[in-house]
């Protein structure tokens, strides 16, 4: 079974910009959770895809924003990029009901510049 | 935030058990106790969990105590390439669509 995998690794972007980050989920998979992770701190959970729907947000602006598609990826988009924005951003997915927890992707650097 | 608290930072001598302590006095009755570990550069790794009981898998076991206000992560034979941020995390189960809330961790580093 192949894992969860992002695109890209590493991106770098100028402030007030808008990115859009991508995820596939591991065969199988139903749910998909994105997160972001600031240099020396813990993962933010941001939010959660299920059926297509959002299913759950952390404490981020609307300015941060996903999407699920039918064959379970995903995309978190971005607006008017900050500095504080530069981070990795981690997806991750599982399957609802599954006990094996969150299979996670390595990340997208980004830097906003 | 988070509702665990672990200790920032342990060392392990290669070969030896580790034990990562983790407190969650807060836990409500239907959380669960999840452990991911952080290698650098990479995503999270999920290790294991529990509700109630004791667990073991091919990677790790999970002692919860009795009134689940804590538990402790053992690697039974710690080897180098289980240097990594350990996160203890307290939520809601797998079935309900539960988000991890990731608190500081412990960065466990295993020595030669």
């Known amino acids: 079974e192949t894992g969860v995998t992002q695109s890209p690794t590493h991106l770098i972007k100028t402030r007030g910009q808008q990115v859009t980050l991508r995820c596939s989920s591991q065969?199988?998979?139903?749910?998909v959770s994105w997160y972001q992770q600031a240099l020396g701190q813990g993962p933010q959970f941001i939010f959660q895809?299920?059926?297509?729907?959002?299913?759950g947000r952390g404490n981020f602006p609307p300015r941060f924003s996903g999407l699920q598609f039918p064959n379970y990826s995903s995309e978190l988009n971005v607006n008017a990029l900050e500095l504080d924005d530069s981070a990795l951003y981690l997806c991750?997915?599982?399957?609802?009901?599954?006990?094996?927890?969150?299979?996670f992707g390595s990340g997208t650097r980004l830097t906003v510049v | 935030d988070a509702k665990t608290t672990q200790p920032p930072s342990m060392d392990c001598a290669e070969g030896r058990a580790a034990n990562l302590p983790c407190n969650h006095s807060t836990i409500s009755g239907n959380e669960y106790v999840y452990w991911y570990r952080q290698i650098h550069s990479q995503g999270p790794q999920y290790i294991i969990h529990g509700l109630k009981n004791n667990e073991t898998n091919e990677m790790a076991s999970l002692i919860i105590t009795e009134d689940r206000k804590s538990s402790t992560l053992i690697l039974p034979h710690a080897t180098l390439r289980d240097t990594a941020v350990y996160y203890c995390?307290?939520?809601?189960?797998?079935?309900?669509?539960?988000?991890?809330?990731f608190g500081q961790g412990t960065e466990l580093s295993v020595k030669p």
């Open positions: 991750a997915s599982s399957l609802v009901g599954q006990s094996n927890g969150y299979t």
């Open positions: 065969s199988g998979h139903n749910t």
């Open positions: 995390i307290v939520g809601a189960g797998y079935n309900q669509g539960g988000k991890l809330i």
């Open positions: 895809y299920y059926r297509e729907e959002e299913n």
